[in-house]
């Protein structure tokens, strides 16, 4: 099978730090893949990476067989990554579902002077962004809190909120940064059943995440990473018994024999 | 005059303005440095210490170092009143609501100016009475000297201030980090208190000696600030004798432009080095690797 | 949009039922003149709140767009003799190309930088104007430039004039709003929430940002060129970096989120201006100064958020 998107010998340094040291991997379409890695290990500066907000010093990254590493950030998502942000990055200011229809500006094109003088193919157009813009509320299940401004909405939904707008993107596949962060034991299942939702409606998903129990459940194929370098790879069972990740993992709180 | 005198003049007196333009550069860092404001109002500073100086000399009759003195004093105030009922309170501050105060303070410090001076520029008598003399057929004013003797000593009086008192080096570590400074009990409202009152006091400094030489009227500020500002960027914002080489610069550009290409164009050129820096290298160029931002 | 209708109704009963009334207040007695001028600043008021407000960028240098909205009418009709409708044309092209120019480099600036490569560009441009003395009139500007005319009809009366700018700023208005109301307003405003986020969500945030500034230089522009007909008369004074700021200000005292912030900020200030504050003389400079501070402190969100802060109030009390 092809792969959907495809890393190979990604390097990036910060100064004197190499944050990541040759890391490939590839996802396959219609899996979840997650990446993890202790605190640090450089899971986040891969997904920036990935959807362009950092260059990478080197390395190659394809999406459906072509490069996409010169590309910035919003031509990358045009092209089918989207992604959401560990510390939540919605648009404060705007209401919930403006906030889903700026994720439709990839996939519209009415420029300052349509927009201005709202021509018959604008209205057309809003009104498609919008029906599409509420189908993607709906999907997350925020559809009662549309007109409310996004930073009164509390943490979790502001996550719901996020993966919605990524959603509006209509991306081949989707990065989650930490998407269970801060959520109770509730929302986090009701995550992971979006997950799978997701997943269901031919979207790749590719998550961080440190919550063991959720990447244990949902996840087909599992990355660990650690010290910027690729530690491990395959499916939960075989990454859960590797003892270089038992190894990576021996102080921090986690134990795999429960899992 | 032939050509080599005409050299060194303009040599000199791109030197002499150079100096101002590196006070006020100095008097943008040392703010920067410990809130990461940038003071619109900088400028101001140095016309209120021309203005003042003015009033004290030739209103009170006051002799050269009590005016100087009451001068830096009355401005030094301004500086602290400025931060105490301006910038102290605001909570919350974002980068857009603190251009537009210190932009307001500028336009309340022009104001006051005007209200009180009119907008006819003032001169003010030279520090000694020595007649100019010639230097490689130059013609050199001895307050030029004055302005290069001053601005040397305040530089040197700053690098020692930041380098061997306790409250200079707590004024840096507020500069390197503002959160562990306060943990470690550095008062880091006083601080910012003694940045405005140090930039205030550079300023007034800058304007009571280029006064004798250019005049000073209530509305110099903008331009002067722009220009200063010219010179911290240019020298690396944050950077204590980058600002002080790219003051230099700036002055002597200025002056060699004016004397050989176009004297109408003078003030523009400083402002197309400074977007030019802006431009292409906004960390500017004098401030060695370590010294990026934030640093003496 | 329903709400925006209503406002702009409201402005639209104002701007017809005023000049009547007028003639009973002797406070806002030159109104025509007066709201003149407040139409030609709302449209560069307009374009600086779509920058400031809705993008979140800032510029201190719009005056200098004006200027050259400006000065480009002024000598295509007065030295050319050319009709000011190339006049206006002219404007915004030489706008539009200049904004583009120093929109590139300035724009990947921000804060403190972007502020100060505006007030830079703003100066040089004032200097360009005093020192080009050969087209420009230089400090002491030149006069005799035409009015307005369609056929043979001369926008030469207030009134005509008046209907003239105001029906520019309601199209201006007009285009602002429905730009706010599309992806386009959207992408600005994500871009002024969360720059990352919105490139993250495939907004092309430099090229957003570079049109939202040339846009708003446009608006300046066309100002310009009505200022210049119904004046008459050029010099460089209308156009130094006290203009720049004063329409910053002009935006923020009304408040910055929303156009219509612009455009009571802008009626209000002019009249403060132009008549209220011709009593004292030499005050002007410092009572700007104070209303900007004041307003920038204890009013940040401008005289359109009054009506919420008191509302607050009133629930809290209760």
Redesign the interface.
Known sequence: MTSLLEARGITKHFGGIKALNDITFRVKPGQIKAIIGPNGAGKTTLFNCI???LKADKGEIRLNGESIVKL????R??AGI??T?QNV??????TVL?NV????????K???LK????TMS?RR??KD?EDKGWSFLEFVGLEEQADKLASELPLGDQRMLEIA??LA?EPKIVLLDEPAGGLNTKETERLAELIHQIRNSGVTVLLVEHDMNLVMDISDEILVINFGKKLAEGDPKSVKENPDVINAYLGEDIDFSDL | MNDTAQLVQYILTGITVGAIYALVGLGYNIIYNVTEVINFAQGEFVVLGGLVMVFMTNTLHLSLPVGFFLTVSVVTILGALMDKLTIEPIKDANVLTLIIITIAVSIIFRGLAMLIWGRDPYALPAFSKAPPFTLFHAIIQPQALWVLGITTIVVILLSLFFRFTMMGKAMLACADSPEASRLMGIPVKKMVLISFVLSAAIGAVAGIVITPISLMEYDRGALLGLKGFGASILGGLGSFSGAVIAGLILGLIESLCAGYVSSGYKDAIALIVLLLVLFVKPSGFFAGKRASLKKF | MGCEKKKILTLVSFLVIFPVLVNYIPAISNYLEVMIFAGIFCLVTIGLSLLMGYAGQISLGHAAFLGIGAYSSGIITAKFGLSPWIGIAAGIAISSCIAVVVGIPSLKLKGHYLAMATLGFGEIVFIVFNEEVNLTGGPSGFADIPYLHVGSFEFSSELTYYILVWAVVLMGLFFALNLIHSRVGRAWRAIHGNEMAAEAMGVPTSRYKLKIFVLSSIYASVAGSLYTHYICFLNPSSFDLFWSIKFVMMVIVGGMSSVWGAIIGTILLTYLGNEWLSAFKHFDVLVYGIILLLITMFLPGGIVSLPRILRSKRTNSR
């Open positions: 959807s362009g907000v910035p950030p919003h031509r998502a045009a989207s992604r942000f990055a919605i648009f404060p200011e705007m403006e229809l700026v994720g439709r500006h990839c996939r519209s009415c420029e300052m927009a201005g003088f709202r604008m157009e809003e962004i707008r990524a993107t």
